[in-house]
């Protein structure tokens, strides 16, 4: 069974560079889109941006001057990064994994985030 | 890039067959996926494009898409199924991801 598990700090100052790691067990990372999904407090779910496992990447637009998606396939794990973070930055983060049929099939259980000072 | 708007909410009784639509100019053309979400958990696949469901997931789940209008339909609606839902397509011409507003279907 795959298994997707965010970490990284739950608190970031505004300004700052929020960092988040996604560690996939139960299977490899190869031949799969690894997406990063947010979920601001009480709202929908907005689409961050997908790094392929062969290291290629696209991006929301609305997010694309910030952001940044790697992956390391020797340590099975793939990475966010958002630069400049302000509270409206505050959200769950999600890490997913989808196929070639381009739906989420695994999740992680999801991480806050609180830009604050 | 496409919007696909979703109604806030919807309110069924238990046992009803609750409705729940995503807007978009001819989505009806696109691969389009739906999501519940409940309380304090990761969403998590209820049925794709084809109309097939995960494990566990009962056949009360069904998906339609035709013309402007994607369509998430649960008979035989019950408690358990108070969740948030949301559509969720990839548009090819941008290589992005892109979710529906998010409906929440509450059960009388």
């Known amino acids: 069974q795959v298994q997707l598990q965010e970490s990284g700090p739950g608190l970031v100052k505004p300004s700052e560079t929020l960092s988040l790691t996604c560690s996939v067990s139960g299977g490899s990372i190869s031949s799969y889109y690894w997406s990063w999904i947010r979920q601001p407090p009480g709202k929908g779910l907005e689409w961050i941006g997908y790094?392929?496992?062969?290291?290629?990447?696209n991006y929301n637009p609305s997010l694309k001057s910030r952001v940044t998606l790697s992956v390391d396939t020797s340590k099975n794990h793939f990475s966010l990064r958002l630069s400049s973070v302000t509270a409206a930055d505050t959200a769950v983060y999600y890490c997913?994994?989808?196929?070639?049929?381009?739906?989420?099939?695994?999740w992680g259980q999801g991480t806050l985030v609180i830009v604050s000072s | 890039s496409y919007v696909l708007p979703q109604p806030p909410s919807v309110s069924v009784a238990p046992g009803q067959t609750a409705r729940i639509t995503c807007g978009g100019n001819?989505?009806?053309?696109?691969?389009v996926h739906w999501y519940q979400q409940k309380a304090g958990q990761a969403p998590a696949l209820v049925v794709d494009?084809?109309?097939d469901r995960p494990s566990g997931i009962p056949e009360r789940f069904s998906g339609s898409n035709s013309g402007n209008t994607a369509t998430l339909t649960i008979s035989r609606v019950e408690v358990g199924d108070e969740a948030d839902y949301y559509c969720q397509l990839w548009d090819s011409s941008s290589d992005h991801w892109v979710f529906g507003g998010g409906t929440k279907l509450t059960v009388l």
């Open positions: 001819n989505i009806g053309s696109e691969a």
């Open positions: 997913a994994r989808a196929g070639y049929d381009f739906y989420f099939d695994y």
């Open positions: 494009d084809d109309g």
């Open positions: 790094v392929y496992y062969s290291g290629s990447t």
